[in-house]
């Protein structure tokens, strides 16, 4: 079916007086204990998946719509990431689900005749929070973990991606348990008052400063909260990198949903001496990405609204260094072409902020030390760090600076493999998604003692009164 025959329901909020009745709903389901069965939660899985199959006309539409997205792009990392979620937790679940019995060294010996077991729980009724560049696998992914775990949820999409935001509120009414899982549509006020009802968990995927509010709202309730934020990732380049693949990698991590990735480079730290040639490298991967330029590119997606191409535009403008790659712009279709600026200070937005599009900085550096100084100082706590260099040298940047996650000689890899642990450090997330790990972010992990009533006996020592006599002490 070809996209634009595809017809998307106008977008509408959800009404904010009655997302009290949706929370208490699903808040009342998760109470009549149905989530907690194994087969339950199999089933809405595999509901979720053909779900996903069916609407597949649907949702690459709207990526379209929403972020020009390529059908590339939308069925690698939007749908088929999804399904490819939901078959891993269908094959893996009733693994996860089991008891996890614990011995020596975790209980020690004098208190083996004791059964210790750990069970993981669902924590209840969720609340999931979308971002706009991502929007399809960034609010069915933590859906897959909540369902997986025995929790039921909302789903709040982003309303800056209106039309993936109305297919997935179809979808997910439609094909799954409307009473476990329900979708709200909107923006600020919908979200204001979904955060005043009171959540088990709240999963949440957007930037530092919404993440703030979130986090300041849960804590009156003492809500955990699991937050996937945003980051002004570094790259280092030393005299030991392949100059060429890593060019190519890195302008990789740029054209990918046009830059709108958190795990992109924001900045990038080179050798001195290399950095003509790296400058050439880059491009020549551009030459080859784009061998009609990228406006004309098939692949390349836009910018996601008026005003994030505005952001954009303002840094190149105000930015005091040099356009070295690119920088054409066309507020018409929201087109910015992938860029690449050669700053000369280390105070420049475009190093500072998180540009989150297909523009990104150069900075010279004369060692290793050096840009590790300027790296830690711009952002302790990034998402992402991305080092080119020998082995020696990848592993003094990984011990040196931390990240949320980290990728060697490459761009992306340790969030693009859905399977692997995946998230933050400090300013830039909290909590563990991505395979099991999105199982265990909505689960409690509830440790069980179990003792035999023949052992009151030998246990008697902690009777009152105390008696000493017996005791080594
Ligand atoms: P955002 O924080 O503006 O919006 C995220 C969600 O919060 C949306 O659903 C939105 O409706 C809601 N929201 C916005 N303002 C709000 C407010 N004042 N109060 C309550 N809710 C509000 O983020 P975005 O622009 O959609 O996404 C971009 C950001 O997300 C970037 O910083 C990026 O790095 C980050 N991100 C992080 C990850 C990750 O996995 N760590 C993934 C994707 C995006």
Not at 68 to 86: F, P, Q, R
Not at 298 to 315: E, T
Request: net charge neutral; with cysteine.
């Amino acid at each position: 079916m070809a996209a634009t025959s595809v017809k998307i329901p106008e977008f509408e909020t959800t009404a904010v007086d009655v997302i009290p009745a949706i929370a208490s709903n699903v808040r009342g389901t998760f109470r009549t204990n149905k989530t907690k069965n194994v087969q339950w939660r199999l089933t809405q899985l595999r509901k979720l998946y053909w779900a996903i199959e069916d609407y597949r006309p649907q949702l690459m539409a709207a990526l379209k719509k929403d972020l020009n997205k390529s059908e590339y792009e939308a069925v690698l990392t939007e749908v088929d990431w999804v399904k490819s979620d939901c078959m891993f937790m269908i094959k893996n679940l009733e693994t996860f689900v089991k008891d996890e019995k614990l011995a020596a060294p975790t209980v020690p010996a004098h208190f083996s005749l004791m059964k210790f077991r750990v069970r993981k729980e669902p924590l209840g009724a969720a609340l999931i929070i979308g971002p706009y560049n991502y929007p399809v696998q960034l609010t069915l992914s933590p859906l897959v973990g909540a369902i997986a775990a025995g929790c039921t949820a909302v789903l709040k999409p982003s309303e800056l991606t209106p039309n993936c935001a109305m297919v997935m509120k179809e979808m997910v009414q439609k094909r799954l348990d409307p009473n476990a899982y329900a979708v709200v549509n909107g923006g600020i006020p919908e979200v204001t008052a979904l955060l005043e009802e009171k959540w088990d968990k709240i999963f949440f995927t957007g930037s530092a400063q919404v993440g703030t509010v979130i986090a300041k709202k849960a804590a009156e309730t003492l809500t955990p909260v699991c937050l996937e934020l945003g980051g002004r990732n570094p790259a280092f380049i030393t005299k030991n990198a392949n100059l060429k693949v890593a060019a190519k990698r890195l302008l990789w991590g740029k054209t990918l949903n046009a830059g709108q990735v958190c795990l992109s480079q924001n900045y990038i730290l080179v050798d001195i001496d290399l950095v003509p040639n790296f400058i050439e490298h880059l491009k020549d991967a551009y030459k080859e990405y784009f061998p009609n330029g990228a406006k004309a590119s098939p692949d390349l997606g836009r910018i996601v609204n008026a005003r994030h191409f505005h952001r954009l535009k303002k840094m190149l403008d105000e930015t005091k260094g040099k356009i070295v790659m690119g920088g054409e712009m066309d507020e018409s279709e929201l087109f910015i072409e992938p860029t690449a600026v050669l700053l000369n200070s280390t105070n420049d937005s475009m190093m500072t902020e998180e540009s989150f599009g297909p523009i990104f900085s150069i900075y010279p550096v004369h060692s290793l030390d050096q840009a590790l100084n300027i790296a830690n100082s711009v952002h302790r706590t990034p998402l992402a760090l991305y080092s080119f260099g020998s082995k020696k040298e990848n592993e003094r940047v990984l011990n040196e600076m931390t990240s949320g996650g980290a990728t060697l000689n490459d761009s992306y890899f340790h969030g693009s493999v859905n399977t692997v642990p995946f998230g933050g450090v400090g300013d830039s997330g909290t909590g563990v998604a991505h395979g099991k790990a999105a199982f265990d972010t909505f689960s409690h992990t509830r440790t069980i003692a179990e003792i035999p009533n023949w052992a009151d006996g030998i246990l008697r020592a902690r009777y009152m009164p105390y008696d000493f006599k017996n005791l080594r002490m």
